[in-house]
């Protein structure tokens, strides 16, 4: 998000919570395209812990964190949501975080289930999770593209045509996700050897992530946004330049575009 809102790149990876945080304050972002339609991350036990039977029995408990500004307001809000009073200690870790809870060092933390939480099966470690929506908790895009605001609208022809060609890539992806997957290992074959492991990735992201309700990949709705939206406005995580909670929601539709999906 730094980087696209400095010019420095045209397009880059984000999450419609940092980004909604980031176009609150004034960043020059658009989001053009949403990769996840719904929340990839889990909230994950150890399996054995019979006293955790809802995010509810987490207070009083320890969440293994990655510094993300909005991790803790929502952890709350999750337990909030399932009845529970939201109290609990965050440690900051980091991706350390997984060996921390397989280890017990921490109670609960939040793996992406199509890759930490299938890395953990295979493993032999034995979670519980709990889907943040299963508890009345807002849905979110989990994974977006985001563009330069100021560069979209000098660019509009560029813009659509690599944003297109983008989503054909993603889209190609659903359809055969094997082939995604050996794809991805030839082009990373020093960092990802597992290729069961990232065909089962891709096979879980695109039966259960990656379209939406109508069987499309990449559109956004302002509905979708503004229910995040109201929850990170309540908790006053959405702010000025000047770190000032704002008096009242942006508008949502502007935080985002479907205009580079069509020809």
Do not use: C
Not at 91 to 110: K, M, Q, R
Not at 140 to 161: C, F, H, I, K, M
Not at 209 to 226: A, C, I, K, R
Request: aromatic letters at 10%; hydrophobic letters at 40%.
């Amino acid at each position: 998000e730094v980087l696209v809102d400095a010019g420095q790149a045209e397009f880059g990876i984000s999450f419609q919570d940092t980004a909604s945080m980031s176009m609150a304050s004034g960043a020059d972002l658009k989001s053009v395209l949403a990769v996840e339609q719904t929340w990839a991350t889990e909230v994950a036990v150890l399996a054995d812990r019979d006293d955790i039977q809802s995010p509810a029995d987490l207070d009083g408990l320890t969440f293994g964190g990655f510094d993300n500004p909005a991790e803790t307001k929502t952890m709350q809000g999750v337990v909030q949501s399932a009845g529970g009073d939201g109290e609990f200690e965050t440690v900051t870790l980091g991706t350390s975080a997984y060996e921390a809870l397989y280890s017990g060092d921490v109670d609960f933390t939040v793996p992406y289930v199509a890759w930490e939480g299938i890395e953990a099966e295979h493993r032999g470690v034995d979670l519980k999770t709990f889907a943040y929506t299963d508890y009345g908790f807002p849905d979110a895009y989990q994974v977006l593209v985001v563009g330069n605001n100021t560069w979209l609208e000098d660019n509009p022809d560029t813009a659509r045509g690599f944003v297109q060609a983008l989503a054909r890539g993603y889209e190609d992806s659903v359809e055969d996700p094997e082939s995604a997957a050996k794809i991805l290992q030839e082009e990373n074959a020093g960092l990802l050897t597992d290729l069961d492991m990232l065909v089962e990735s891709q096979e879980m992201l695109a039966d259960k992530y990656m379209l939406d309700d109508n069987g499309d990949f990449g559109v956004q709705t302002e509905e979708h946004w503004s229910e995040l939206g109201q929850f990170l406005f309540d908790s006053d995580l959405l702010t000025d330049n000047n770190g000032k909670p704002l008096d009242e929601q942006p508008a949502w539709s502007e935080f985002f575009t479907n205009e580079y999906l069509q020809d």
